[in-house]
């Protein structure tokens, strides 16, 4: 009976570790992406509004660059393909595709704000 407890106590201990385990790896596994949105002139902007839309979804989140241009998206699924773009004025960037294929977990794209907005 004593030895039946025993391994009632270690199965529980260990279904409770499991059960942690692949929440670690689903949080290490999330994708960044980052970058400054440019003039024409490749001069940074502040204050444009960059677009994120989750293409499985078709959610979208947006960032506001701030003084140096920056703007950043974390906490993305690599399962997911994004589109993003950003808009300043009467002006936008091109659209630019963030694929699930690409396996970085860090993804630079500078967007360049040059044609006016369709």
């Known amino acids: 009976m004593r030895h039946c407890a025993r391994w009632m106590l ?30 024409k002139d490749d001069n940074t902007i502040a204050g444009a509004v960059v677009y994120l839309k989750n293409q499985r979804t ?9 003084r140096e241009g920056n ?7 690599p ?3 994004y589109e993003l773009h ?6 936008s960037s091109s659209k630019r595709t963030v694929s699930s294929f690409d396996s970085r977990k860090e993804i630079v794209i500078n967007l360049k704000v040059d044609k006016k907005k369709s």
């Open 86 to 91: 950003a808009e300043h004025q009467d002006q």
């Open 58 to 66: 078709q959610t979208v989140r947006t960032y506001i660059s701030d």
């Open 79 to 81: 399962n997911v393909d």
């Open 71 to 77: 703007y950043r998206f974390s906490g993305l699924d």
């Open 10 to 39: 270690l199965l529980a201990l260990v279904a409770a570790f499991a059960g942690r385990v692949p929440a670690q790896d689903r949080d290490s596994q999330l994708r960044t992406v980052r970058g400054q949105v440019l003039s």
